[in-house]
């Protein structure tokens, strides 16, 4: 297993931009890296705010192991000057980023499968008749989260 460490992504060849600091910014952030490290089968773990990334190389099979802090994006986003592709794990994640910020998520894990992604977290809602957290679990299809929603850029 490798562990990438925030000293590695520092010195990685990309520009550094700003990262919003909602879901869709930082699954964004996330999405990129995983794209330019060549991964499948991500695992994605948030813990107030810091991320636990676990894939797999595709060259080598190897098991990553990604830990990313709240400095880490208050630093700047890693962009590659390469756009993203329909199927990337950037525009995956931007997406489902999206959706976990229409729903006031905290505390998300998502898991990708064959083709889907399992997303499961808290969002705000009511509970025992007071607004707080209450669980969500759902499923989204890749090619669900391949096409633009309406008014949506």
């Not at 499948?40 to 990553?64: C, D, F, H, M, P």
């Not at 229409?102 to 007071?130: F, K, L, M």
């Amino acid at each position: 297993m490798r562990l990438f460490n925030r000293r590695e992504l520092d010195t990685a060849p990309f520009t550094r931009q700003a990262v919003s600091p909602d879901y869709e910014g930082r699954l964004a952030f996330i999405g990129r890296l995983l794209d330019d490290q060549n991964c499948r089968s991500a695992v994605v773990l948030e813990l107030s705010g810091n991320y636990i990334i676990r894939s797999t190389s595709r060259q080598t099979g190897e098991l990553l192991l990604t830990e990313l802090v709240l400095d880490d994006f208050e630093q700047g986003d890693v962009r590659s000057p390469i756009p993203p592709q329909p199927n990337s794990y950037e525009t995956m994640l931007t997406a489902i980023g999206k959706s976990l910020d229409d729903r006031v998520a905290a505390n998300v894990t998502i898991v990708e499968g064959q083709s889907r992604y399992h997303v499961a977290g808290w969002q705000r809602g009511y509970a025992g008749g007071s607004q707080g957290y209450v669980y969500f679990a759902e499923t989204l299809d890749r090619f669900d989260l391949q096409r633009p929603e309406p008014g949506r850029s």
